[in-house]
Structures are given as structure tokens and as C-alpha cells.
């Protein structure tokens, strides 16, 4: 049945710019050295090719660090001490390999409010997320992954995992300390010895935590952290020495990587691209899909790779929906991430923030409908205001290409199939979401949805023992889970 | 004496018995040079033909019950055993038995490899929170030279166990098992479309096995050139490949495995909250 449009409006308190709100500025140290080293064979070296770039915080526009441009050789060394200590590490008593990663779990809550402060400043991120998600959940993993270490036997029945060796990774700038947690957890925890590269843009947090590696008293070349920029990925992709590359990414660059390991026998996982459907049916709780949506796509200012970009709505609802979304987002605080109050903080770079104001503008001249609530952005750094599109058609771009951005597009359908359709009408396949109370409905829309993970009456939530990974061309392989683990083995 | 009546080959594709469109053969031979049949030398136009009956078939057959798709891989079985001497003169004794064991075997893992693969995931929100798995669509299938049969089965039966479909190239040395393959295909209750089964030359096929973006996985044995050709063609729709030496031991017992399936399944997680 469908839900009662109310007749009349929802009262609502509207004070406008009448009261500023006082600044509430996080002030934790984030300790962010003028110039970071690489962290290779359990020490830090300064780049062979003596070359740095600037870290720019996208909260101003400054210069916050410098960091080392690795080379080949650069590369090349991490391999050689990744090599070395794959045999001792891998010969380890599971139980001992799990102490390491519970003492980096540990280490990492002690220092969880520091990390999150340079997490916000080095990636714009609003402090109430990097400090009540990125921190606890990157803690969570590696506290998760510790318990598997001397557990492996039973992870696949009739089988005994080996490890693979050294495996290469590389990760992106949406949530750089949790993407590294992810990358490095499992592979550790399965006796597997890393090469890791941050994104450029967001490499403070990952060469910060080569301190922590350093407390924890992990064995030299377990782990090595690389910094640089796309040539240094290339190099740690096509190095002889990686048995697997573990990739998370856009689905360009992921494509790229595997024409390039193509026939050498390495092992890849792939987390890449979405382009998500939060389908919400006639008879869903519309204030609790309204909060989901919002979660969904300005969670991280929508620089999330299974975001809830595409809004679909059942046409009975779809008025009042949207009228409830404005009102929502005209309480969005967009602003200095360091503000404990920012809802929404800075885009990641300068480049990010051109490519979404890009597709914005391709939205508008597609004649899809634009809605911003009023709000000032700060004069310095990178800012966009949250962004809804109505009245958009299944051929725009901004409802086929992911934006990696705050921008919503609304779409509407009549039939479950109609929406079972749109949804899958996508090249993507990484995740979804369901709003409705009837059960029966989540479950045939779940088993429906051509997507890796779904969200019913929730959106973006995450756990280390929730598997994630993408169907099509959102990649393969999941991160997390029992399933994650196996991706970082081989069953003999 | 009254002249045998010789049977011609054709390809089991839609639930059909075709030759290839193009009208094209090679002759089989027997070991002492003699000639023995017309094998179609399948395109890729019959490639996507095939590719287009896999379509139609999938959304159905993924839809059978696990314990429907167990009953019909078991009839399989007893299609095969009916008329095992005459599998096991164009292969062997050994090679037929055990490829009747190994279709018996993934039969029974229809409706138990989900317990084996999916999980309940104790996440420390107040979600239930389960990963359960899916069929990937269609399933390109490269099988080896030697042990026509039972590689070709061994490549198969994982895909199809869960709801996949298959369009598999048999080994062109040896075609005629997957000839007779097809033939109990089509008396098993297996739907039309979900094996199909080409013969021909892998070498003219593999650039449009690893392209067509219809094919959602490949499980191949490839020499290096050949699985770079895949990979490479891979990498343009992000397609899950799936390697096996030349030279793998098709009778080994570890390829009784619900991993094998896990190959060709998506995981798919949900989440929904606990509560009011």
C-alpha cells in the first residue's frame, strides 16, 4: 500500500543565517613530519631517485608535507626486502604472526585520534568521520585479521592454505589508513609479505604508519610502504618479484592493470568502480530512507566507490521524497573538515573537484534538474556543495559515470522490474540499496540486484568479517570475511 | 552385406544439433589413417550463436531448484553409464569411469556447496549480515587435447553446478566424446542452452572467447601465448580467467572440490538491521 502523502507540511524551525555557529575545530596533534622517508626493510630511506612532491591539504590549499617520489629502483629495493622476509614470515607460527597484527590493532587505537586528525587534513575528510570510521574500522581490521592467523586450517574445509608470496598493492584516496588496514590485514595474517603504494594525493597516514609498524617490533621487509605517483604503482604492478596484485581503484586504471599481468601468472584482486542504485519502494519509511540516502551518497562527499549515486524512487513517493531530501540537505553542514560539526568537508584535490564539477555541469546541459541548498563554502581549498539531480534519464552521464563526488541523480520507476532493471542497467555492480518494510520484497530485490553487496534499509555500512568486492566491471575478488582471506592463498 | 548407416556430427548448441554456419568441416580420422567423419570447424559467428542460446537458457536455469539441478546432473550420469561402451571405445574404460564419478560427484554438490562457500557474518553492528552466492551468466570453457572427456567434464560440471551456462570448445584432436557428450546432454533434462558445446579450432576462437562481453568468465587450459591472449581480452569487461596447466591430471581427485565452484560464483553480501 502505498505511504499517506501528509497534506499538510512538516513544521519545521528555519533560522536561516540568523546564528552562526562557533567554530568547534578537532585540535589533536596530527604530528605530520615537513618530510617523510619511504620505509623499506624496516627502515626509513630516503627516495633513490631524490625526488618529492607536495602533499596539498584540500581543507586550504597548503602545503602540508613533502613526500618521496619512489622510483624503480626505489621499488626495487622494497621488493628485495619484501622477498627476504617472506620466508621467515611466512615459517612463523600463526599464533606469532597474529600477535604482531593484534599489537598493530592496539597501537593503532592508542593513536586513533592523531591518525584521524592528519587523515582529515591530508584528505579533507570531515574529523567525525576519519575519527569515528576510518580509525576504528582500519583498528577493527587488523584486530580481525590477527584471530585468523592460527586459524587457517579452518578456513577452507578440505583444504590448507599457503600463502603467495609477496604480493604488490595499491590504493586510493577515499579512505587511505582504512584501504591500507584492508590491503595489509589479510595479507599478513596469511603469512604473505607487502609492497604497498598510497594514492599521491593522500600519503601522510600510510608513511605514518610505518611508526607504528616500527612499535609494533614487526620483522623487517614485511611490510614496506612506497610513496609516488601512477609510475610507481606501474612499477610495483609489473615488478617480476609480486606474486599477487591487490588493486583498489577506478575501473580505468583497473582494466589497465589487468591487460598488464596478462599471461605472468600473477594472482590479482580487483576493487574498482560503482555507479549504485538506492531503489526506495512506495512503502518504505520515507525519514529513515531519507537518512540512508543522504549517508549514501555525502558519506566521505561522495568519494566513496559504492555510493548511492543514483537515487530510484517509486513514482507514488517520489514528490514527497525528494521535497524531505531539500529540507534534509539544507541542514548539511559543508565546511572545514576539522570541524567537529562538518557533515560535509573538503573534495579530495584540486583535480577530483574539476572532474565532478565537469559532470555537474554535464547534468545541467543534459536537462536533468539541478537542486543546492544555499550554503557558503569556505573561500580557500577545495569545496562543492551537495548536489541533487532530478528528472534524470537512464542515458545522462551523471546516471552512467561514476562521479566520485556529493552529487545524487533521481531517477523513478512503477514495478520492482522496472527498478530491477534500471539498477542493473550498468556496466557496474559493485553494491545497492533496498528500502521498503516487506520482507519478502528485500529478499527478491537482494537476490535481483547484479551487485556485491546490498544494502536493505541501511546503506554504507562495513565490518571486517563482511565481505566486499564488486560483480562485472566493479572487479573480483572480496576483501574482508573468510572470503577475503581465501583471495590471499592458494588451497593446496 | 547391408552397409552401415554412418552417423554425422554435429554440435550440441541450444539444445540443437547443428553444423557450423559456415559450412565448414575437418575429417577425422581413425589410428590407422582410415577416414572416419565430418567434424564441424565451428566460427566465431557460431560462437556468439551459442553465446545468444546461453542467454536464453541462463535466468532459468539459475532459477532450478539446487536439488532440481542435482537430479538432472545425476541423470547425466546415468545417460553416460547407459551407454558406456560406447563412450569408452572413443576414450577409454578408465576415462569414462571416472568421468561418471566425477558428474555424480558435483551432482551432489548442487544443494551443499552454499554451506560450504557463503557464510553468516558476525558484524559488530546490529545487522544480520550473510554472504550467499550467485552464478556468474556465461561461461566460456577451453578444454585440453587429452582426456577429451573427462577434462572437458572436469571444466564443465563446476560452472554449471551453480546455475552458470557453458559454451565449451572440445579438443580438436579428439571431438567425437564431445559429439556423444552432446547427445546425452540432450536426453539428460538438462534445459537447452545451458551446455553448449563447439568443436573446431581454439586458435581461431580465443580472441573472441576472451572479448565478447557477454562471456562473464573463462575457465581454460592455456599454453602462455594463450593465456595472455585471454587475460588481454579479459581486462576489456574486468572477465574472471581461470587457468589449468596443459598438462593437469584430469584424474586427480582434487578436482572433486566445491572450490573449483567457487571459481565461477559472485558473492553476494546483504545487510539489514536488527530491530524495529
Known amino acids: ?492 | 552385406m547391408a552397409l552401415n548407416i554412418t552417423k554425422t556430427p554435429k554440435c550440441y548448441v541450444g539444445g540443437a544439433f547443428i553444423r557450423s554456419e559456415s559450412g565448414r568441416v575437418y575429417p577425422l580420422h581413425d589410428a590407422d589413417g582410415g577416414f572416419l567423419a565430418n567434424i564441424p570447424l565451428c566460427t566465431k559467428k557460431d560462437l556468439r550463436n551459442a553465446v545468444e542460446a546461453a542467454a536464453k537458457a541462463g535466468a532459468g536455469w539459475a532459477k532450478r531448484s539446487p536439488y532440481n539441478r542435482a537430479q538432472i546432473l545425476y541423470r547425466l550420469a546415468e545417460m553416460l553409464e547407459s551407454r558406456f561402451s560406447e563412450m569408452a571405445a572413443v576414450t577409454s574404460d578408465k576415462e569414462t569411469r571416472a568421468t561418471i564419478d566425477r558428474i555424480v560427484h558435483f551432482a551432489g554438490w548442487a544443494d551443499k556447496y552454499e554451506q560450504v562457500l557463503g557464510s553468516v557474518n558476525p558484524v559488530a553492528s546490529s545487522h544480520f549480515n550473510f554472504t550467499v552466492t550467485e552464478p556468474m551468466g556465461i561461461v566460456g570453457v577451453l578444454a585440453p587435447e587429452e582426456a577429451p572427456l573427462l577434462a572437458l567434464v572436469t571444466l564443465i560440471l563446476p560452472v554449471i553446478v551453480s546455475g552458470n551456462t557453458v559454451i565449451a570448445v572440445a579438443s580438436k584432436s579428439k571431438p567425437y566424446p564431445s559429439i556423444l557428450l552432446g547427445e546425452m546432454l540432450a536426453v539428460s533434462d538438462l534445459p537447452g542452452g545451458v551446455v553448449n558445446l563447439l568443436t573446431g579450432d581454439r586458435v581461431e576462437l580465443i580472441p573472441t572467447f576472451a572479448t565478447h562481453e557477454h562471456l562473464r568468465a573463462i575457465g581454460a587450459t592455456a599454453t602462455k601465448d594463450e593465456a595472455k591472449t585471454l587475460q588481454q581480452g579479459a581486462a576489456e569487461s574486468v572477465k574472471r580467467v581461470v587457468l589449468h596447466e596443459p598438462k593437469t591430471d584430469w584424474f586427480s581427485e582434487s578436482h572433486d572440490s566445491p572450490y573449483a565452484i567457487r571459481d565461477f560464483v559472485e558473492a553476494k553480501t546483504v545487510w539489514h538491521p536488527i530491530g524495529s
Open chain 1, 1 to 492: 500500500m502505498p505511504a499517506k502523502t501528509s497534506r499538510t507540511q512538516a513544521r519545521e524551525l528555519l533560522f536561516g543565517d540568523l546564528w552562526e555557529f562557533d567554530p568547534a575545530p578537532e585540535s589533536a596533534p596530527a604530528h605530520i613530519d615537513e618530510r617523510y622517508k619511504l620505509f623499506i626493510g624496516g627502515r626509513y630511506v630516503t627516495p633513490k631517485s631524490k625526488k618529492y612532491f607536495d602533499s596539498i591539504s584540500p581543507r586550504d590549499g597548503k602545503k602540508l608535507a613533502e613526500i618521496p617520489h619512489a622510483n624503480a629502483a626505489d621499488v626495487d629495493a622494497a621488493f628485495a626486502a619484501a622477498k627476504q622476509a617472506f620466508g621467515p614470515w611466512s615459517k612463523l607460527p600463526g599464533a606469532e604472526r597474529g600477535k604482531y597484527l593484534f599489537r598493530i590493532a592496539r597501537l593503532l587505537q592508542d593513536r586513533s585520534r592523531e591518525f584521524a586528525v592528519a587523515e582529515t587534513l591530508d584528505g579533507g575528510k570531515p574529523i567525525k568521520e576519519s575519527r569515528d570510521f576510518d580509525l576504528p574500522m582500519a583498528a577493527a581490521h587488523f584486530f580481525y585479521h590477527a584471530g585468523w592467523a592460527d586459524k587457517l586450517q579452518y578456513a577452507a574445509p578440505g583444504r590448507t592454505l599457503e600463502p603467495l608470496g609477496v604480493i604488490g598493492q595499491v590504493i586510493p584516496w577515499n579512505f587511505p589508513l582504512l584501504m591500507l588496514a584492508w590491503k595489509i590485514a589479510p595479507a599478513l595474517a596469511t603469512g604473505n609479505t607487502v609492497v604497498i603504494k598510497p594514492a599521491e594525493t593522500t600519503s601522510v597516514t600510510a608513511l605514518k604508519f610505518a611508526t607504528i609498524l616500527e612499535q609494533a617490533g614487526l620483522p623487517p621487509g614485511v611490510v614496506n610502504i612506497i610513496s609516488g605517483a601512477g609510475e610507481t604503482g606501474a612499477a610495483i604492478v609489473n615488478h617480476p618479484d609480486a606474486a599477487k596484485i591487490a588493486f583498489t581503484g577506478s575501473t580505468e586504471v583497473g582494466k589497465i592493470i589487468q591487460r598488464a599481468l596478462a599471461g605472468t601468472g600473477k594472482k590479482l584482486t580487483l576493487e574498482l568502480g560503482g555507479k549504485a542504485a538506492n531503489i526506495v519502494f512506495d512503502d518504505a519509511p520515507l525519514d529513515q530512507a531519507v537518512e540512508g540516502i543522504v549517508n549514501g551518497i555525502f558519506f566521505n562527499q561522495g568519494h566513496v566507490c559504492c555510493a548511492g549515486s543514483r537515487l530510484l524512487v517509486q513514482e507514488g513517493v517520489e514528490k514527497e521524497l525528494v521535497a524531505r531530501l531539500k529540507r534534509r540537505l539544507s541542514t548539511l553542514r559543508v565546511g572545514d573538515p576539522l570541524d567537529k560539526n562538518t557533515d560535509i568537508g573538503a573534495i579530495n584535490s584540486k583535480e577530483q573537484l574539476a572532474k565532478i564539477k565537469e559532470l555537474v555541469q554535464s547534468g545541467i546541459d543534459e536537462g536533468a534538474e539541478i537542486y543546492q541548498p544555499s550554503c557558503r563554502l569556505p573561500g580557500n581549498g577545495f569545496y562543492h556543495a551537495p548536489t541533487l539531480f532530478s528528472g534524470v534519464s537512464q542515458s545522462h552521464r551523471i546516471a552512467r559515470e561514476e562521479i566520485f563526488g556529493p552529487v545524487l541523480s533521481i531517477l523513478s520507476f512503477r514495478t520492482p522490474e522496472e527498478a530491477i532493471e534500471k539498477a542493473n542497467n550498468t556496466c557496474y555492480g559493485l553494491s545497492a540499496g533496498v528500502w521498503t518494510d516487506k520482507g519478502s520484497k528485500i529478499l527478491r530485490m537482494a537476490s535481483a540486484l547484479k551487485a556485491g553487496v546490498v544494502w536493505a534499509n541501511t546503506y554504507n555500512k562495513f565490518d571486517p568479517s563482511s565481505p566486499f568486492g564488486g560483480y562485472k566491471e566493479s572487479g573480483f575478488g572480496r576483501e574482508g570475511g573468510r572470503h577475503g582471506l581465501l583471495d590471499y592463498t592458494k588451497l593446496a
